[in-house]
T-cell receptor, first 114, second 115 residues
Framework: DTEVTQTPKHLVMGMTNKKSLKCEQH?????MYWYKQKAKKPPELMFV???????INESVPSRFSPECPNSSLLNLHLHALQPEDSALYLC?????????????FGPGTRLTVT | AQSVAQPEDQVNVAEGNPLTVKCTYS??????LFWYVQYPNRGLQFLLK??????LVKGSYGFEAEFNKSQTSFHLKKPSALVSDSALYFC?????????????FGTGTKLQVIP
């Protein structure tokens, strides 16, 4: 099973709302990632979790708050977002050791901030 | 830092013809290279990777890629294109950031297969 699931598929929120994105994988991967992708552009790395600890934060604004409750789950909490934060948010996972460094992506959450 | 470049924003090919999507890389040390495909409104799907070994790598959906060290290239190929191959293709390279692995993506190439 190489599936990464993400919920919700679509999310519309106002600038004062608080919402959360969820990601789940059952491949035993110990690295999990959040990316932001604008239309026709490559994904931009936001956060990396390794063994449930935040290891990389690519200078992401504090209105995005990641959380890794366990080795299978990854959340992204959203608060006071701006219209320019509208994008496709992708979750991915990968192994940490061996030669299988490829990342497996979820289908994404399409976020619209109004 | 490691990087990849995709020189073509878009590639058009007739259905049934061979296709090539180009990628060149710049790395220090041994390259770990990947190809991903993204269909409209979907996440990225892993197609294939080069870690070491044979220069011709076979992947999903009939795609293959040729690793060329002297030309620092990793072009994606398919002998006979299908309309359903129309999508956005990303070349990528493994990189390390503060000791943690990450993937750096190219800018993407839109493949349009014409019936």
């Amino acid at each position: 099973d190489t599936e990464v699931t993400q919920t919700p598929k679509h999310l519309v929120m106002g600038m004062t709302n608080k919402k959360s994105l969820k990601c789940e994988q059952h491949m035993g991967h110990r690295a999990m990632y959040w990316y932001k992708q604008k239309a026709k552009k490559p994904p931009e790395l936001m956060f990396v979790y390794s063994y449930e600890k935040l290891s990389i934060n690519e200078s992401v604004p504090s209105r995005f708050s990641p959380e890794c409750p366990n080795s299978s789950l990854l959340n992204l909490h959203l608060h006071a977002l701006q219209p320019e934060d509208s994008a496709l948010y992708l979750c991915a996972s990968s192994q940490m050791t061996g030669s299988s460094y490829e990342q497996y992506f979820g289908p994404g959450t399409r976020l619209t901030v109004t | 830092a490691q990087s990849v470049a995709q020189p073509e924003d878009q590639v058009n090919v007739a259905e049934g013809n061979p296709l090539t999507v180009k990628c060149t890389y710049s790395v220090s040390g041994n390259p770990y290279l990947f190809w991903y495909v993204q269909y409209p409104n979907r996440g990225l799907q892993f197609l294939l990777k080069y870690i070491t070994g044979d220069n011709l790598v076979k992947g999903s959906y009939g795609f293959e890629a040729e690793f060329n060290k002297s030309q620092t290239s990793f072009h994606l190929k398919k002998p006979s294109a299908l309309v359903s191959d129309s999508a956005l293709y990303f070349c990528a390279v493994r990189d390390l950031l503060r000791g943690y692995q990450k993937v750096t993506f190219g800018t993407g190439t839109k493949l349009q297969v014409i019936p």
